[in-house]
């Protein structure tokens, strides 16, 4: 599990409703450059049926940074497994509504053209997210880009991320380790529990038969 605010400082459990721990991205791209931070003072504006403070809090939303054309690499996962990737955005730095469009790649084009404005129903500093199923590399790394779309506007922000979170899914043995099914470690588990059982009934009986021989 990662948890990576994007543009800020470290989030800790004390700034969390969930009392979660969000890294710094400073390990998480490959280059920092074409990609500005960006801070907001303002109320970050929750509403039903977008992101919650639960989803993500506040000093995960009010900073973010503003791309170009930008991968988040997450590195050190297992190759051979998917991982849940939530993709976190809030529109901060946009001087009115409408203006921002950017696309969004998980190797392949996942989203196109997204328009913050109309996902959060014409409103500024409005947080949401999405998510996506990502394959690891043969590298160990999980790779998300996020950058302009051809609605991007000159003079306008490209592209904008202000959160990732990761989650390792179990493979299709239905495992979070190896390649072992979860069934044959449960029936393993089951039959050294019967034999151990066995065991304990035997030895109290061969006592009870040696105290009564007495």
């Given at each position: 599990?990662?948890?990576?605010?994007?543009?800020?400082?470290?989030?800790?459990?004390?700034?969390?409703?969930?009392?979660?721990?969000?890294?710094?991205?400073?390990?998480?791209?490959?280059?920092?450059?074409?990609?500005?931070?960006?801070?907001?003072?303002?109320?970050?504006k929750y509403q039903?049926?977008?992101?919650?403070?639960?989803?993500?809090?506040?000093?995960?939303?009010?900073?973010?940074?503003?791309?170009?054309?930008?991968?988040?690499?997450?590195?050190?996962?297992?190759?051979?497994?998917?991982?849940?990737?939530?993709?976190?955005?809030?529109?901060?730095?946009?001087?009115?509504?409408?203006?921002?469009?950017?696309?969004?790649?998980?190797?392949?084009?996942?989203?196109?053209?997204?328009?913050?404005?109309?996902?959060?129903?014409?409103?500024?500093?409005?947080?949401?997210?999405?998510?996506?199923?990502?394959?690891?590399?043969?590298?160990?790394?999980?790779?998300?880009?996020?950058?302009?779309?051809?609605?991007?506007?000159?003079?306008?922000?490209?592209?904008?991320?202000?959160?990732?979170?990761?989650?390792?899914?179990?493979?299709?043995?239905?495992?979070?380790?190896?390649?072992?099914?979860?069934?044959?470690?449960?029936?393993c588990l089951t039959?050294?529990?019967?034999?151990?059982?066995?065991?304990?009934?035997?030895?109290?009986f061969i006592a009870?038969?040696?105290?009564?021989?007495?």
């Amino acid at each position: 599990m990662y948890r990576v605010t994007i543009g800020g400082p470290k989030v800790t459990p004390f700034n969390d409703s969930l009392w979660r721990t969000w890294l710094p991205d400073d390990d998480y791209f490959r280059s920092k450059e074409g990609s500005n931070r960006v801070y907001f003072s303002g109320r970050i504006k929750y509403q039903d049926g977008g992101a919650s403070r639960e989803v993500g809090p506040d000093n995960v939303y009010n900073s973010a940074r503003l791309i170009e054309s930008k991968n988040a690499s997450i590195p050190n996962v297992i190759e051979g497994y998917q991982y849940l990737v939530r993709l976190h955005f809030c529109d901060i730095a946009s001087i009115s509504l409408g203006l921002l469009f950017f696309n969004v790649y998980d190797g392949h084009l996942a989203y196109k053209d997204l328009d913050p404005s109309a996902v959060t129903n014409y409103l500024l500093a409005s947080p949401f997210y999405v998510a996506l199923v990502v394959d690891a590399e043969h590298s160990g790394i999980v790779n998300v880009t996020v950058g302009p779309s051809n609605k991007s506007m000159v003079y306008a922000v490209d592209a904008i991320l202000n959160g990732v979170e990761i989650m390792k899914m179990s493979n299709w043995m239905g495992s979070f380790d190896g390649t072992l099914p979860a069934e044959s470690v449960l029936k393993c588990l089951t039959r050294k529990r019967r034999v151990s059982a066995s065991f304990d009934c035997s030895c109290v009986f061969i006592a009870e038969l040696i105290s009564n021989h007495r």
